[in-house]
DNA sequence: AATACTGTTCGTATTGAATGGACAATGGGA
DNA sequence: TCCCATTGTCCATTCAATACGAACAGTATT
C-alpha cells in the first residue's frame, strides 16, 4: 500500500470535489480513485468524504488531513528535488506574506515569470501591512520594509526602495510649490506612523549623508500604505513614500513629485523566514528570484545611499 | 514504487550502518535492502553510502536526506494516528530542550514512563541553560523556568517551583546560622544571572505578598545553574535555588535549608512550542505529560506564592 | 592464505494493486 | 411524480511490480 499516492488522490479529490475529475486528472480510473480513498479511509479509521453520488464534501477531519498531507506531500517534492542540479523541478507549496503594495505594484505582476519557470510551484499569497505581525504562522517567507523588530528569525536584506516625496495638483494649487527646506513651513505632511499613538517625526531627507528631520505640521495620521497614498491623492499634505508605489500615479499626473533633493533615506526591503533546521531549496529559489526581481526595480538613485 | 518504504529502509540502514542489520531489524532479506537503496539512489541522483562489504557510512548527501527523512517519516507517523482515539500509538521524533538540572532532577528519571506509554516515540534531547537560546531551531518544545524574553511563541505555564534557602554545613560552621533578615549582613550570598556582566539583585524573599530583595555581599557571580549549586556545595555563600535541584543535597546532609520563612518566590515554568500552523499531536502528549510531571512534583508550598 | 561476513546480482514466483464493466443511488428536470 | 443522466461503489480478472533466496564477489581479520 502505498500510503503516499493515497494522499495524493486524496488531496487532488479534495480540491476537485470530485471522484471523476480526480481520476481524469491522475489518469486513473473511477474505481482506483474510489478504492484508495477507501483503504485511506480504512487506514486512518475516519470518514474523510461526505458524499452522495452528486456531492463530494470534506468532513471536518478531511479537511484538518488536507492540510497536513499538503505539507507532507511538499516535504515529498522537497526530497526529491534535493539534489537535482536545476532546480526547474522544484514542487509544492509556497506560502508568503507580502506588504500589499509591493505585492500589487511589483511581484504579483511578475509572478507569472516565477510559475513558468517553476512550474510543479503553487503559491500562497497572503498580504499584510501589520508590521509586528505574526511571521511565521507557517510563513515560509515574509517580506519586510524598514527598519526590523527584534525578531527571531533570519533576516535577509534584499535592496532598498529609493523614496519620492509627493503632494497632489490640487493641494499644490491651494498651498504653492515647496522648493526647499524653508518652504515647508508653510506645509503640511501627512503622517505615517506604524503604531496609531506614536508619534511622526516630520520630513525626513539626507544631508552629508546623515539623516535628518524637519517638524511640519499635519491634519492626518495614518499607520496604513494604501490610506497614505490616499491621503496625498485627497490633497490632504506631502507624503514620503517608495517610487514604486507611487510611480504610476506620477505618470498620471495625478502626483508631482517634489523637493528631489531632499529624499527621504531609501528604504531597506528584507526578507524574514524561520530559522529552522532547513530551509527548502523551493523557498530559496523563491528569495533568489525575489532579491533578483527587486535588484532590478530598486531605482539605482537608491544605491549611495545604501 | 513506495518512497515511504524507500526512506524508511535508508534511515534504518543510517542508523545501524548495515544492510543486513537494517533488513533484520525491518524483517527484509538483505538484497531487498540493498535494492530499496540502489532504487533511491537513482531516484534522486546521488550516492547515499560509501560502502565497502565491510563498512557503511553515509556520505554528504545521504546525512542530509536523513535528517529530513526523520522529519518526513515523523510527519507520516502523525498523520496516519491523526484520529485515533487513544493516542498510545503515536510515534515519530520529539526534539525538545529542557534545562539541565531540570532534565536531570526530574524528567529523565520519569522519562522511561513516557516512553513506555508511547512506545513508537523517539525523544532527541537537549539540555541548555542559556535562555535566550535558540529557540526552535527545529526543537518542538522548550521549557525554561523563570521570566520569559518577548518571543514569538506560545508560551504555556505549567507550574512553579518551591525555592529553597540553602548553605553548606562547613559555610555554616565558619559564619553561623543566620536566623533573620538582619543576620544576613554577615553572609555572603553566590549571585546567580542570566548574563554574566548583569548585575544581581541580592537576597530575595516575599513579604505580604510583594517581592523584596536584601542587597548582600558576594565574591562568586555565575550564570550556569550547575556552578551556582556547586558554589555553595564549595562553601562560597548562600544560594536561592528550587527545591527539586537540591533536595538530594538537603537529605545528604550536604546542604542545609535555612531562613525557611524567607524563600523567594516560587520560579514559573513554562513550555514553549513554535506558533505554527499545527502542533503536531506528539508534541501536545508530551506537554501534556510534562505538565502533569511537575503538577505532582512541585512543592504544595509553591501554591499560594503564585 | 584462508575464512567469515558483507553487499550485490539475477531469475523466479507471488503478492498486490489497477482495471473496467455492472450496479446502485442521487438529484434535477420534465 | 417519474425518469434518466451521472456519480460513487463493487467485484472478478489481468497485469506488473517487487520480494525473495541462492549464487557471486569483495574485504578484513586471524
Given at each position: 500500500?502505498?500510503?503516499?499516492?493515497?494522499?495524493?488522490?486524496?488531496?487532488?479529490?479534495?480540491?476537485?470535489?470530485?471522484?471523476?475529475?480526480?481520476?481524469?486528472?491522475?489518469g486513473l480510473p473511477r474505481s482506483t480513485v474510489s478504492e484508495q480513498v477507501r483503504a485511506l479511509e480504512r487506514l486512518l479509521g475516519t470518514r474523510l468524504f461526505n458524499r452522495t453520488t452528486r456531492r463530494v464534501q470534506t468532513t471536518q477531519d478531511g479537511a484538518l488531513l488536507y492540510e497536513r498531507s499538503k505539507d507532507l506531500l511538499s516535504g515529498m517534492d522537497e526530497i526529491e528535488s534535493?539534489?537535482?542540479a536545476d532546480d526547474a523541478d522544484l514542487a509544492g507549496r509556497l506560502r508568503i506574506d507580502l506588504p500589499t503594495m509591493m505585492a500589487r505594484r511589483l511581484i504579483v505582476p511578475a509572478l507569472p515569470g516565477f510559475l513558468e519557470r517553476f512550474p510543479r510551484l503553487e503559491v500562497e499569497l497572503s498580504c499584510t501591512d501589520r508590521q509586528v505581525d505574526l511571521l511565521r504562522e507557517g510563513f515560509d517567507c515574509v517580506m519586510r520594509i524598514g527598519a526590523l523588530s527584534d525578531l527571531d528569525v533570519v533576516a535577509r536584506p534584499v535592496g532598498r526602495l529609493s523614496m519620492r516625496n509627493c503632494a497632489s495638483p490640487a493641494y499644490l494649487e491651494r498651498h504653492g510649490v515647496p522648493r526647499n527646506l524653508q518652504d515647508l513651513a508653510g506645509h503640511r505632511l501627512v503622517h505615517y506612523v506604524?503604531?496609531?499613538g506614536a508619534r511622526s517625526a516630520g520630513f525626513e531627507y539626507e544631508q552629508e549623508g546623515e539623516l535628518r528631520f524637519q517638524a511640519m505640521a499635519g491634519v492626518v495620521t495614518v499607520n496604513n500604505a494604501e490610506a497614505y497614498s490616499a491621503a496625498c491623492l485627497a490633497g490632504l499634505g506631502l507624503i514620503q513614500v517608495p517610487a514604486v508605489?507611487?510611480?504610476?500615479?506620477?505618470r498620471n499626473g495625478e502626483l508631482v513629485s517634489?523637493?528631489?533633493?531632499?529624499?527621504?533615506?531609501?528604504?531597506?526591503?528584507?526578507?524574514?523566514?524561520?530559522?529552522?533546521?532547513h530551509v527548502p531549496r523551493r523557498v530559496q529559489a523563491f528569495m533568489n528570484w525575489l532579491a533578483a526581481l527587486l535588484a532590478s526595480q530598486v531605482d539605482p538613485v537608491a544605491a549611495p545611499s545604501g
Amino acid at each position: 500500500m502505498n500510503k503516499l499516492e493515497l494522499l495524493r488522490t486524496f488531496v487532488r479529490v479534495s480540491e476537485l470535489s470530485s471522484f471523476t475529475l480526480a481520476g481524469e486528472s491522475l489518469g486513473l480510473p473511477r474505481s482506483t480513485v474510489s478504492e484508495q480513498v477507501r483503504a485511506l479511509e480504512r487506514l486512518l479509521g475516519t470518514r474523510l468524504f461526505n458524499r452522495t453520488t452528486r456531492r463530494v464534501q470534506t468532513t471536518q477531519d478531511g479537511a484538518l488531513l488536507y492540510e497536513r498531507s499538503k505539507d507532507l506531500l511538499s516535504g515529498m517534492d522537497e526530497i526529491e528535488s534535493l539534489f537535482s542540479a536545476d532546480d526547474a523541478d522544484l514542487a509544492g507549496r509556497l506560502r508568503i506574506d507580502l506588504p500589499t503594495m509591493m505585492a500589487r505594484r511589483l511581484i504579483v505582476p511578475a509572478l507569472p515569470g516565477f510559475l513558468e519557470r517553476f512550474p510543479r510551484l503553487e503559491v500562497e499569497l497572503s498580504c499584510t501591512d501589520r508590521q509586528v505581525d505574526l511571521l511565521r504562522e507557517g510563513f515560509d517567507c515574509v517580506m519586510r520594509i524598514g527598519a526590523l523588530s527584534d525578531l527571531d528569525v533570519v533576516a535577509r536584506p534584499v535592496g532598498r526602495l529609493s523614496m519620492r516625496n509627493c503632494a497632489s495638483p490640487a493641494y499644490l494649487e491651494r498651498h504653492g510649490v515647496p522648493r526647499n527646506l524653508q518652504d515647508l513651513a508653510g506645509h503640511r505632511l501627512v503622517h505615517y506612523v506604524r503604531n496609531l499613538g506614536a508619534r511622526s517625526a516630520g520630513f525626513e531627507y539626507e544631508q552629508e549623508g546623515e539623516l535628518r528631520f524637519q517638524a511640519m505640521a499635519g491634519v492626518v495620521t495614518v499607520n496604513n500604505a494604501e490610506a497614505y497614498s490616499a491621503a496625498c491623492l485627497a490633497g490632504l499634505g506631502l507624503i514620503q513614500v517608495p517610487a514604486v508605489g507611487v510611480d504610476e500615479h506620477l505618470r498620471n499626473g495625478e502626483l508631482v513629485s517634489l523637493l528631489e533633493p531632499w529624499q527621504a533615506r531609501a528604504m531597506p526591503v528584507s526578507l524574514l523566514y524561520a530559522r529552522q533546521r532547513h530551509v527548502p531549496r523551493r523557498v530559496q529559489a523563491f528569495m533568489n528570484w525575489l532579491a533578483a526581481l527587486l535588484a532590478s526595480q530598486v531605482d539605482p538613485v537608491a544605491a549611495p545611499s545604501g
